[in-house]
């Protein structure tokens, strides 16, 4: 049963715009279910908390608006009881449920390691962080922090952003100051890493890169559902990937 304490928030516009997305929102509502948290979808009404002006600002850029909208309605429902309160992104797939636990810590992000081509044509490996992870306990002040440094950020700028901004090139920056916790098996993983995964030899070493750089195995990950939106891979990859996770959730080099 639901300990009234733990609360996972998950928000995406309906009807869903990939289909493979409900497999990843079926897996984290199981996950939840399992280990006894509440859990929460919201629709449009993510936007709610940010005023017109911000709204006016992002609209033409939902990804920015949604980095903010999710800090307030974590801020939000904590205010109203919840002691740890966890967002987790539409498009992230909990593949091995038992070892993908909340931290003991008053907060913690998600970790990034992308794996793509440099100019040079080499696989090489980005080590950042990603906001499609946030977890936030008992004792934490990141939450009020974040959100307000990210909402100061977008009040001041003038036209478009990086869709990063104020996520995880924010969180990123932020880190290299603070050093707050990372869950590390809160990963994600880049279309060149799933096309490895699938076995296609014009992807092959990116697995074994990715991790090489990794300091946990990861359990969870965010698929990057954008990746099907520029085309870098279709929904058919997509759901053979899911089901490649869902089979056999240990990650192992080709």
Known sequence: MPDGRTLI????????????????LDSVR?????????????????????????????????????????????QRFRS???????????????????R??????SCAVGREVWIDRDRKDRLKAWRKLHNAFL???PGDSLLDFYADSAERLLRAVDGPVSPQFIGPKLLT???????????EEAAMFSPMLLRDLLGE????GALELFLKHCDAAPAAANLCSSSVRSGALDNRQMARAIERLLLDPRLKRR
């Open 100 to 105: 993908f636990c909340l931290p003991d810590g």
């Open 201 to 204: 030899e014009s992807a092959r």
């Open 173 to 183: 920056a932020l880190h290299s100051l603070s050093r707050f916790p990372v869950l």
């Open 9 to 24: 928030l998950q928000s995406q516009r309906l009807p869903l715009p990939q289909p493979w997305l409900r497999d990843c």
């Open 80 to 98: 109203q009881g919840a002691v740890r309160v966890v967002w987790i992104d539409a498009d992230v797939l909990i593949f091995d449920p038992e």
């Open 135 to 137: 977890y936030f306990g």
């Open 30 to 74: 199981r996950w939840a279910a399992s280990a006894g948290h509440d859990y929460r979808f919201i629709g449009d009404e993510l936007f709610d908390p940010l005023d017109e002006e911000l709204r006016h600002k992002t609209r033409k850029q939902p990804v920015v608006a949604s980095d903010l909208a999710r800090l307030r309605w974590l």
